[in-house]
């Protein structure tokens, strides 16, 4: 019982306390001197890429990223190989990670991370610049396109398809 009382008491005291406050009282501005009155040329490095990062997320959701999100392989044809196994990794932070093994060679490809772009069903893997980084999602796959952002046509177009895990 007394519980219950203290309880009781706590509740109207902290509704009368806040209770009185009207909005404006309690929504506070930072005072004039304390805003920072800085001109947008002159962001750091570190503001730039975090705003660069939220127009990048901002633009991900209104592309409904989600129906990308994933991990993808697949063995993508190679002209002096038997093959490249290839594992592409895309997360709802705009984020890849791309794995790739040259099979039946010893050379041998560091994994690489980086950020993507989604538009129009296209991945772009952005900073990818020594072999196509645009990827076409097509029925839950994706489908790696040639250097100039093209279907790849002919015989062998199908074996660029990575597919969905």
């Not at 010893?106 to 772009?124: H, I, L, W």
Request: hydrophobic content about 35%; aromatic content about 8%; charged content about 25%.
């Amino acid at each position: 019982m007394k519980t219950t009382s203290f309880f009781t008491a706590a509740i109207c005291v902290a509704l009368f306390q806040f209770g009185c406050n009207s909005p404006s009282e309690t929504t506070s501005q930072p005072s004039p001197e304390l805003r920072m009155e800085r001109p947008l040329t002159d962001m750091t490095d570190m503001e730039e890429t975090q705003l660069e990062e939220a127009a990048v997320s901002d633009h991900a959701e209104q592309k409904d990223i989600w129906i990308v999100l994933g991990n993808y392989e697949g063995l993508l044809p190679c002209d002096d190989c038997e093959g490249v196994a290839t594992y592409i990794q895309l997360d709802e932070e705009m984020n890849f990670h791309l794995s790739q093994k040259y099979v039946g060679t010893d050379r041998r490809s560091e994994p690489r991370s980086g950020k993507y772009s989604f538009a129009d069903n296209v991945v772009t893997l952005l900073g990818v610049a020594d072999e196509p980084n645009k990827y076409l999602l097509e029925n839950k796959n994706l489908l790696q396109l040639d250097w100039n952002g093209n279907r790849r046509t002919g015989a062998n177009a199908r074996s660029y398809l990575l597919k969905r895990h």
